[in-house]
């Protein structure tokens, strides 16, 4: 069984930064890959980043890398995305994903397809 949930998200101004945090519950003692992904209104959904629990490598989509980074708490189950030096296009709904599978290790362009997501929050820079 498998429960995300994230907070964090807001309104904030562009240049400015955010938070995300994503409380997860996985049942499994296996390690996993974990990750944020996000969509626009009338847009595609894109990954953004993702992170294996086994060394917590972390990977970037082009759009974020430098500005945002992922990070995990083991201790907390706690899945985190600081964004800085925001930009009205990061303006989207962000989820946290999970994919049980090792086959997803780095490819950070395919979170939205991972089989497990939270209910979203949303983000908007102006």
Not at 37 to 50: L, M, S
Not at 101 to 108: A, E, K, M, N, Q
Request: charged fraction near 15%; aromatic fraction near 12%; glycine fraction near 12%.
């Amino acid at each position: 069984d498998v429960q995300l949930v994230e907070s964090g998200g807001g309104s904030v101004q562009a240049g400015g930064s955010l938070r995300l945090s994503c409380a997860v519950s996985v049942s499994s003692a296996n390690d996993y890959c974990l990750g944020w992904f996000r969509q626009a209104p009338g847009k595609e959904r894109e990954g953004v980043a993702t992170i294996y629990t086994g060394d917590s490598t972390p990977f970037y989509g082009d759009s974020v890398k430098g500005r945002f980074t992922i990070s995990r708490d083991g201790a907390r189950n706690t899945l985190y995305l600081q964004m800085n030096s925001l930009k009205p296009e990061d303006t989207a709904m962000y989820y946290c994903a999970q994919d049980p599978s090792r086959s997803t290790i780095g490819y950070w362009y395919a979170v939205p397809s991972f089989p497990y997501r939270g209910q979203g929050t949303q983000v908007t820079v102006s």
